[in-house]
């Protein structure tokens, strides 16, 4: 088995190889310099964001770090309302980390980088010594456009406002943690990693005033609602019998004291919209692969505020926080 | 002492207090949302570029991890004909790692972009358990714009033209290699980390048709070379006694039987350009600070075809190759 060595890091006739054999051919990268030159861009603001992946295990059930790299810098430009062009990708890399496992990765975020239609236009790699990383980290960087009069902020949230989920949630987060604890599940729970910019390009086609949209990932739904509470001032209510918890996720959930809401999730979105848009963006959504059980959950309200509140399926009420630490690490 | 816990880096409250306490505050991020919106890009093609920095101590004469991590990428959209305007930081942290280290490495990085001129609009921050990083890993993205008329290829580089290094070579590893081995040397060889974008823009004030540029990182000023005779096709023989080796970098060579030529550097910068304009072009870049000692080390000949010859001292003729891995590992 081919391995990595710490000369493949190293700028020398090795790493040249490494990138010219294995990096380049993978991406749309017409030259193995370190600038790339973007083409014409279309007209609108430009977005820019980044987010390294250190997810343990890398293969796990529904996907690998390659394609959670991908999907989700591609899902950050999604819901911020920009349609992802470019993306960048560094890789950190572990001396002994199998060429073939490389091979995978590449193999995924080219195959999703094509599907999305994104260029990932410049990379870099560097290795370091056996125990100091874990076997492989991704860092994407992703560039898209923002059309003119769209306008995505928490700022924009007004009382009787409707919450969106587009999904079910909690399928990442219990998938990693399944791989790497090795329980199994029958039927087996699929990680939900898919990007999100299809749908948010369907969404903003119907309505430009799309408040915000999120997509939940550490922290969970529950994180993500209470950040748009406090940015917006606001309280957010949403009802606990609205949001699916898939029969895996909650029997993993029930299992190990775990609560769904707060478990990552790479695949779905929140959006909060105006109260008379929202049906007819939800019928919308269902119209596509990513949105097909979106639903409303929620509304907004002025008081009390900077507050998430749950309604249970019981009838209680229950303030919903933000976890000091998280429940599951390392699961993006 | 405070330290990173695993808990800052889930997305929850510890994450968010990170975030708005440390890293926000350092860069000119105006929210702690995910994408940023740039504003308006002056008239030319954008270019793009990412670089990982693992180096090995993060604290090293000279400079830190978080310095060089600005400079590099800043770099390398300078040597690419571009005005660097943005970057992004992704952090990878270790558990355990102190956060007066964190403000110490952030504040180097603020404190370079301002100078620099570059904005840091984006940023993410992971944490992984105790011995699954080395300490911190940064990566950087950055964007910059390349004026009409500026084509800076190896694809241009012609027979007969000269070539340009803009400084003395070998500070920045051998400064690492010092700090990482507990070697002193008397006076103490500084990195010679710096940005070049005041430099090249200079240059490229004076004449655009600057064939190439190139900051010579890993493998060093003869790796470099050999990656533009193989680009372009053509052979570039360069004058031993031309290159400048600081009397530190020389002893420290010849201690440890290392090849200056091949010594990583992160504030030098090898250009390419037309006979008839090299002498003013000299003399333009010594103007500037990061240019005081520049100078013609060679030339650019058809034959023999992707190939750097150096002439040394006493008259002999050396065939410069790259090395198959480094000489020194993970010195950025």
Request: proline content about 5%.
């Amino acid at each position: 088995m081919e391995l990595i060595h710490l000369g493949h890091g190293s700028g020398g006739r090795m790493m040249h190889q490494l990138v010219r054999e294995y990096i380049a051919p993978a991406f749309a990268m017409t030259s193995l310099n370190d600038s790339a030159l973007l083409g014409d861009m279309p007209p609108g603001r430009i977005a820019v964001t980044t987010d390294s992946y250190v997810i343990s295990p890398i293969f796990f059930p529904g996907g690998d770090i390659g394609l959670l790299s991908v999907c989700g810098t591609v899902n950050d430009l999604a819901v911020s309302g920009a349609r992802p062009l470019y993306l960048t990708a560094g890789f950190i890399i572990e001396e002994g980390f199998p060429l073939s496992d490389l091979k995978k990765i590449l193999g995924s975020m080219s195959a999703a980088a094509d599907r999305i239609g994104v260029k990932i236009i410049a990379g870099d790699t560097k290795v370091v010594d056996r125990g100091k990383a874990d076997r492989i980290f991704i860092n994407t960087a992703g560039i898209g456009v923002v059309e003119d009069g769209v306008d995505i902020s928490p700022l924009n949230i007004r009382p009787g406002d409707r919450v969106i989920l587009s999904g079910p949630v909690g399928r990442h987060g219990i998938s990693v943690m399944a791989e790497r604890n090795g329980i199994s599940f029958d039927p087996p729970v699929l990680s939900d990693v898919w990007p999100l910019n299809r749908l948010t390009q369907r969404m903003l086609a119907t309505t430009k005033s799309i408040r915000v949209m999120r997509d939940p990932t550490r922290g969970g739904v529950a994180t993500t609602l209470k950040e748009l509470a406090n940015d917006s001032g606001l309280c957010i209510t949403i009802q606990e019998d609205q949001v699916e918890v898939p029969g895996g996720v909650r029997g993993a959930c029930d299992l190990l004291g775990l609560d769904p809401l707060y478990i990552a999730n790479e695949g779905i979105l929140i959006a909060i919209v105006e109260r008379d848009k929202a049906d007819a963006l939800v019928e919308e959504m269902r119209r596509d692969e990513a949105g097909r059980s979106a639903v409303i959950i929620g509304e907004v309200t002025e008081a009390p505020a900077r507050t998430v509140l749950l309604k249970t399926a019981l009838g209680g009420i229950r303030i919903v926080d933000m976890l000091a630490g998280d429940q599951l690490p390392r699961i993006c």
